[in-house]
């Protein structure tokens, strides 16, 4: 399982799928992405296996580009990448993981403390992920190419005469950075630079939906 961080949690999406999923494999590892301070995600995966009758043998992080809305300037986060050394990380995380390395990620007092303030302002609460969605605002640009709606792990975008979201958002704002046109805003975004992982394709993204 390889997943980003979202509010120092374990995303929604990611978070149904675990408690829903028999595991059963030799050796089962859980790698979460974040940008800057991962919480005790890691701590919460391990957990969520637990209650779900498996375990990982092996839990890393790999710090990599922060992608959230409206908090991070993306064009800064770009300048920074190459500070963050993520092939690096993620080379020791292949070595370990060929090595069949068994390795836990417990979480530190400043970590818990992440976690507690992103669940105290409500994130990764269902409600939070129905209306976040009311953040985002279509400018003109829009060509209704329809690749907002094909990137989007919920099928919560219609794309006809205009673009509309419903209430089904997993907050992944996968649908702000492919954007083409760079059309979707979050409101109290610094610019409109955008970033998706050089390594994945679009087409790779859209097939793994299997939305539309
Ligand atoms: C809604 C949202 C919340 C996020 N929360 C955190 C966070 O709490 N801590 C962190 O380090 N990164 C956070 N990030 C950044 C992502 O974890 C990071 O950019 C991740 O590597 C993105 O992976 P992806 O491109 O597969 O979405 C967040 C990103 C989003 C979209
Ligand atoms: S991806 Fe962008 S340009 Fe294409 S339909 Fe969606 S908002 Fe419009
Ligand atoms: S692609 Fe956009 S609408 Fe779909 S879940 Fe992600 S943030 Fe929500």
Redesign the pocket.
């Given at each position: 399982m390889v997943f980003?961080?979202?509010?120092?949690?374990v995303p929604g999406i990611v978070r149904r799928f675990l408690e829903g999923v028999k595991l059963e494999a030799e050796y089962i590892f859980a790698i979460a992405?974040?940008?800057?301070?991962?919480?005790k995600v890691t701590q919460m995966a391990e957990a969520i296996a637990q209650s779900s009758g498996y375990h990982f043998d092996y839990v890393n992080a790999v710090l990599?580009?922060?992608?959230?809305?409206p908090q991070f300037d993306i064009a800064r986060e770009k300048e920074k990448l190459p500070e963050k050394k993520v092939d690096e990380q993620i080379e020791k995380i292949i070595a370990d993981i060929r090595t069949r390395k068994h390795q836990s990620l417990p979480a530190s007092f400043m970590d818990g403390f992440?976690t507690w303030i992103?669940q105290f302002l409500g994130?990764g609460k269902e409600a939070y992920e129905q209306k976040f969605p009311k953040n985002y605002s279509i400018d003109g640009s829009c060509i209704r190419c329809g690749t907002c709606a094909k990137v989007c792990p919920m099928g919560n975008i219609t794309v006809e005469d205009t673009v509309r979201f419903s209430t089904h958002c997993t907050?992944?704002?996968?649908c702000i950075h492919a954007c083409p046109k760079h059309a979707i805003h979050f409101k109290g975004e610094r610019n409109t630079e955008r970033w998706r992982?050089p390594d994945v394709t679009l087409n790779e993204i859209i097939t793994a939906n299997c939305q539309l």
């Open positions: 980003p961080t979202y509010g120092c949690m992405t974040y940008g800057m301070g991962k919480g990599m580009l922060d992608n959230c809305q992440g992103c994130m907050t992944c704002q996968a992982n």
